[in-house]
Nanobody
């Protein structure tokens, strides 16, 4: 039973920082594409960042480049999203997602429909 559990959301003032965590369990973790998505009320879900867990390659949406950093801790089966210089437009529910992949080339900011496993989400509010 695959499970992704997000944590670390909260409320912060503009310019502040938060670190989201996604703890994965229930499947072989070493070769997956892990992604962070967000969805604001009335808007479509958008990809924010992705990481190829087999080698650490990372990918970012233009809207967060230079402000957000995705990383992994293989020993803890956990992926992180460090969010700095937060803006009100970053306010959304943030979701962690995963899809098994065989190669680095298969991991990028894929559409949400490509991801097989999802967490329950964690709210980020920037005021």
């Amino acid at each position: 039973h695959v499970q992704l559990v997000e944590s670390g959301g909260g409320s912060v003032q503009a310019g502040g920082s938060l670190r989201l965590s996604c703890a994965a369990s229930g499947y072989t973790y070493s070769s997956n594409c892990m992604g962070w998505f967000r969805q604001a009320p009335g808007k479509e879900r958008e990809g924010v960042a992705a990481i190829y867990t087999g080698g650490g390659s990372t990918y970012y949406a233009d809207s967060v480049k230079g402000r957000f950093t995705i990383s992994q801790d293989n020993a803890k089966n956990t992926v992180y999203l460090q969010m700095n210089s937060l803006k009100p437009e970053d306010t959304a529910m943030y979701y962690c997602a995963a899809v098994p992949v065989l190669t680095r080339r298969s991991c990028y900011l894929r559409p949400s429909s490509d991801f097989r496993y999802w967490g329950q989400g964690t709210q980020v509010t920037v005021s």
